[in-house]
């Protein structure tokens, strides 16, 4: 059993009471196949970047579970042939790239360099033999 996580975009036609119960019965895949459902964050209603069949914007969806391989992939093909469904992705989490806690990341100081002197930065410029 891995760690997967799974971003749907949905059709933006659809309404948003709806989309609860829609994904629910996609995500019986997972509970049959002894999985489990961990998270599931409906994002609501949200412009894209780009066009996706015509589409400016849509309901984005993101699922976090723990299932075998078999099982995910078996989810990916049942979303893939829903017409309301415009794109899915699925990543394994330990597989991320990028998985940075915000709390853990503090950005380094830098050391402040010496101003280098010249009439815009009103001083002179040091004196000594030009290289």
Avoid: C
């Amino acid at each position: 059993m891995h760690n997967y996580e799974l971003m749907v975009i949905l059709d933006p036609q659809l309404d948003e009471r709806t989309v609860a119960p829609s994904i629910d019965k996609f995500l019986n895949v997972i509970t049959t196949s002894k999985g489990t459902v961990d998270k599931v964050d409906i994002w609501g209603r949200r412009r894209m970047t780009y066009p996706i069949q015509k589409h400016a914007e849509g309901i984005y969806v993101v699922i976090n579970v723990t299932a075998d391989s078999a099982a995910v992939k078996e989810l990916e093909r049942q979303l893939r042939l829903n017409e309301a469904v415009l794109r899915t992705k699925v990543l394994r989490i330990e597989d991320a790239v990028f998985s940075i806690n915000p709390i853990e990341f503090v950005p380094e100081e830098k050391e402040k360099r010496p101003p280098r002197g010249g009439p815009r930065s009103g001083g002179k410029r040091p004196s000594g033999p030009r290289s």
